[in-house]
């Protein structure tokens, strides 16, 4: 009897401080975003000194985050990414490929009109990212390297408890190294999605 009247007053309370935070807009989320990203035309220095220039088609950015709403606008926030980009043209011999990012990121956003129906945001976040290359000829190499980002979006209320997010995004690491080049790494993707506050 003891156990069931502790179990159901911890619902209670448990119940009450969920309430609580709903009421003033503070709480955990959960963030998925899908959009295009392009990888900035890359400078390469190669094994032997040599200077060349890497250029990228448009690919694909995803990311999922977990976060904490104050309620006053800040939103701290642990994030995983993955990006996609084809080779457009690299080197002279027109060697083709594959470029790959997977990052985990610490993010800080502000929303200037916290809970309301229309809000711009803006924030900031630093981590690692891994950077992957699969070349014609070279084969594939890695190299996990510091990462940071700048976003800026608008965020629309849907119902009390759901957001869908526009926003953009630069982000870039330090040069990864690989066996026989050294690169840069600088992107700019345009994404939208959804965050859902519980």
């Not at 990006?83 to 990012?101: A, T, W």
Request: hydrophobic letters at 40%; aromatic letters at 16%.
């Amino acid at each position: 009897m003891r156990k069931t009247s502790l179990v159901l007053l911890s619902m209670m309370v448990l119940g009450m401080c969920a309430t609580i935070a709903n009421a003033q807009g503070t709480g955990i989320y959960f963030s998925g975003n899908l959009g295009g990203i392009r990888v900035m035309d890359s400078d390469v220095t190669w094994y032997d000194g040599f200077q060349d220039e890497a250029k990228f088609d448009t690919g694909i950015v995803t990311t999922v985050a977990i976060g904490w709403d104050f309620g006053i606008g800040l939103r701290p926030e642990f994030e995983l990414g993955f990006r996609f980009n084809n080779v457009d043209r690299q080197f002279p011999n027109g060697i083709g490929g594959e470029i790959y990012s997977s990052s985990i990121m610490g993010n800080l956003l502000f929303d200037f009109i916290p809970h309301q129906r229309v809000s711009p945001f803006i924030g900031a976040g630093v981590g690692f990212a891994n950077v992957e290359v699969d070349l014609d000829f070279w084969g594939s190499d890695d190299d996990t390297v510091f990462a940071y980002q700048f976003m800026a979006g608008l965020s629309f209320a849907v119902s009390r408890n759901i957001n869908i997010d526009l926003q953009y995004r630069y982000f870039a690491t330090e040069d990864p190294e690989f066996d026989f080049f050294e690169s840069e790494y600088k992107t700019h993707s345009v994404m939208g999605g959804i965050r859902i506050r519980f």
